[in-house]
C-alpha cells in the first residue's frame, strides 16, 4: 500500500487491512461456538476460560479410559467454563477415587485369583464368584452348623479352592461334583453324590 499522504499512514492501512482480515477470520470461526461449548464468542471470547477448557480437553483426552486429571482445572471445576465441561470434570473426578479405592485393593488378588485383576477384572467374573458365595453362604447355613464349624468349613473350603483351582473348574470331574454338591446344598436334593 502505498499512500500520498506519508509511510505513517500507509503503515496505519496495511494495519487496518490486517484488522478487517483478522476479523473476517474471526466471523468464519463462528461455528465454533458449538464444539466450544459457547465459550467461543467471537471477539467477545474470554481466552482465559477457552484455554483453561482447551487445557481440561488435552488432559481429559489423555486418560481415557482410565487414569486421573494432571491439573485440578479450577476453572472447569467451578463450572465457569459450562456446565457440560463442569459435569465431565465431576465425572472424571469420581472416577479417579473409585480407580484409587479399587487399587488399593491389590490384596484380593492373592485371595482370588483368577478373579480379582484391579482395574483390569472382568465385572462377570466377579458376579459369578459373589453368586457362588452367595449359593456357598446358603448351602452351608443348612447343614446346621456352629458358627465355629462353618467358619472352619469356609476356610477349609477357601483352601481347596485356591490350591486346586483347575481340578475344581467346571469341566474336571472335582468340578462338576462340587457343582452337583453345590445344587443339593442348595435345593435339599437328597440322595448319593455320583
Not at 465454533?32 to 464468542?41: N, Q, T
Not at 484391579?118 to 459373589?130: N, Y
Request: aromatic fraction near 4%; proline fraction near 4%.
Amino acid at each position: 500500500m502505498e499512500g500520498l499522504c506519508g509511510e505513517r499512514w500507509a503503515l496505519q492501512a496495511q494495519r487496518l487491512k490486517a484488522l478487517c482480515d483478522l476479523d473476517r477470520q474471526l466471523t468464519e470461526c463462528a461455528s465454533l461456538s458449538g464444539p466450544s461449548f459457547g465459550l467461543w464468542r467471537g471477539h467477545d471470547t474470554d481466552v482465559g476460560l477457552l484455554r483453561a477448557a482447551i487445557a481440561f480437553e488435552r488432559d481429559r483426552q489423555g486418560i481415557e479410559p482410565r487414569g486421573a486429571l494432571r491439573s485440578s482445572h479450577p476453572e472447569i471445576a467451578e463450572g465457569r467454563c459450562g456446565p457440560e465441561l463442569q459435569q465431565r470434570h465431576a465425572t472424571l473426578q469420581t472416577r479417579a477415587a473409585i480407580e484409587l479405592r479399587l487399587l488399593a485393593m491389590g490384596g484380593l488378588a492373592a485371595s482370588c485369583p483368577g478373579v480379582w485383576n484391579g482395574l483390569d477384572s472382568d465385572a462377570e467374573a466377579i458376579a459369578r464368584a459373589c453368586k457362588f458365595r452367595s449359593s456357598l453362604n446358603a448351602g452351608l447355613s443348612g447343614l446346621g452348623l456352629t458358627p465355629d464349624q462353618t467358619a472352619h468349613a469356609r476356610r477349609q473350603l477357601h483352601d481347596a479352592l485356591s490350591a486346586r483351582r483347575t481340578d475344581l473348574s467346571s469341566g474336571a470331574p472335582i468340578g462338576q461334583a462340587c457343582q452337583q454338591l453345590l445344587q443339593r446344598l442348595v435345593y435339599g436334593v437328597q440322595g448319593d453324590i455320583s
